[in-house]
């Protein structure tokens, strides 16, 4: 009785043994996995700091182009409040796309601004030309008046 007591013992022990190897095996994937899944996450975190830091850049960017298309850099702008008013528009700006949006009303707007300006050139290039040839009209029809009058003796 006493050797099958052993037996049972020696069983059970081999048992409990097979058990801890298959659940050090189970620790040990188990481990593997986490550690596999931390790495991942790390990379997707240091991706997502690269892209946050590269959109800050493009900001950054963005924000200079906008002062210096509204002339906050280059002292343009004169009036402190147009100046205020300008800094307080940019600070609003917390998104690539919001400042994308107000980039491209600027531009739309500077090249409305340029439409106009070379229609008010073309319209005083035409105004100059008109008066140029008004004055040289005025200047020959007072010449053949005066010619008239020197050759009709006055």
Avoid: C
Avoid at 27 to 36: C, H, M, N, T, V
Avoid at 61 to 70: G, M, P, V
Wanted: avoid cysteine; glycine fraction near 4%.
């Amino acid at each position: 009785m006493s050797q099958d007591l052993t037996q049972q013992w020696l069983a059970e022990i081999q048992t409990l043994k097979q058990q801890l190897i298959e659940q050090q095996r189970d620790r040990d994937a188990a481990w593997e996995s986490a550690e596999k899944w931390r790495k991942l996450y790390n990379t997707e975190a240091e991706q997502r700091r690269t892209d946050a830091h590269l959109a800050q850049q493009a900001i950054a960017s963005l924000k200079a182009e906008i002062y210096q298309l509204k002339g906050l850099e280059s002292g343009i702008l004169v009036d402190g409040k147009a100046k205020t008013d300008a800094q307080q528009e940019i600070k609003q700006i917390q998104s690539i796309e919001d400042l994308q949006a107000k980039l491209i009303a600027i531009m739309k707007e500077r090249d409305r601004l340029l439409q106009a300006l070379k229609t008010e050139q073309d319209n005083h290039a035409q105004t100059r030309q008109s008066l140029t040839t008004a004055l040289g009209d005025a200047i020959d029809s007072l010449a053949r008046e005066r010619a008239e009058a020197v050759g009709n003796g006055e």
